[in-house]
């Protein structure tokens, strides 16, 4: 049986270039950081989780709620092939149920934070904006798009971006290793961004320079029905 099963919908990627430094010493071990293009990336990403079951097990309150996290991508090579996945600097969420069970059998860095969001939709554009607060303050993620969906060409950016099936991370001096089953997502084309985080609250000194640069794409994905399997210790 999966570990969970929901819908991760709508989903706002902001897309920023960092020098590979920053990064390395969250690489959890025996994974080593992947890059597009030569490009390392770290993505913001707010979407919805929709219909969440935990062993299968809808938990009362907790179906339906915003999720906002920073990651980066790597990979792991297994036999003559290299796993594609993401590590996680934090995830925030509203409910302090999800953060204990990730935090306790994921390893993952939770973060139990008071969040709203606010999708509209005509046929012309979409808007969807996810929000947060640190310390009393607000953050916000938030695009319009065209409200028509694209397919998602091989070997683009937002293929590599979005397309990551395997969630790494580290416990003490291990790594844990779970797979994330869906199918191939679709995007709205962004038309408008708008991105006012307090990164350093919100994700350390270590981030504190995103607030000062731009991201060098954002991405609106539809997402899907999902399921996240078992972890396994490497």
């Not at 049986?1 to 071990?29: D, I, Q």
């Not at 938990?59 to 991508?73: A, G, S």
């Not at 600097?89 to 860095?109: G, W």
């Not at 994330?180 to 990164?199: A, C, E, L, Q, S």
Request: hydrophobic share 35%; proline share 5%.
């Amino acid at each position: 049986m999966s570990f969970l099963k929901a819908e991760w919908r709508k989903l706002v990627m902001s897309n920023y270039e960092v020098n590979p430094k920053v990064l390395l010493p969250f690489v959890p071990k025996g994974t080593e950081l992947d890059y597009y293009d030569d490009k390392c990336y770290v993505s913001l990403v707010g979407f919805m989780f929709i219909n969440t079951k935990l062993l299968g097990v809808k938990v009362p309150f907790h179906t339906n709620f915003e999720e906002v996290n920073l990651r980066f991508y790597v990979k792991r090579k297994e036999g003559d092939k290299y796993k594609r996945g993401v590590v996680f600097i934090k995830e925030i969420v509203p409910k302090p149920a999800i953060t204990f069970i990730a935090n306790t059998v994921y390893k993952e860095n939770y973060q139990t934070l008071p969040m709203r969001h606010n999708w509209h939709f005509n046929e012309k554009e979409i808007k969807v904006s996810y929000h947060w607060k640190v310390n009393g303050e607000s953050n916000t993620i938030a695009v319009e798009s065209e409200s028509k969906l694209v397919a998602i060409e091989p070997n683009t950016k937002i293929e590599f971006i979005a397309e990551h099936y395997w969630g790494y991370a580290k416990d003490k001096n291990r790594t844990t290793e779970y797979e994330v089953k869906h199918p191939t997502w679709k995007y709205y084309p962004v038309v408008n961004y708008t991105i006012d985080i307090d990164f350093k609250a919100t994700y350390g000194e270590s981030f504190s320079f995103l607030k000062s640069i731009e991201p060098a794409s954002v991405f609106l994905l539809e997402g899907s029905k999902i399921s996240v399997e078992n972890k396994t210790v490497l």
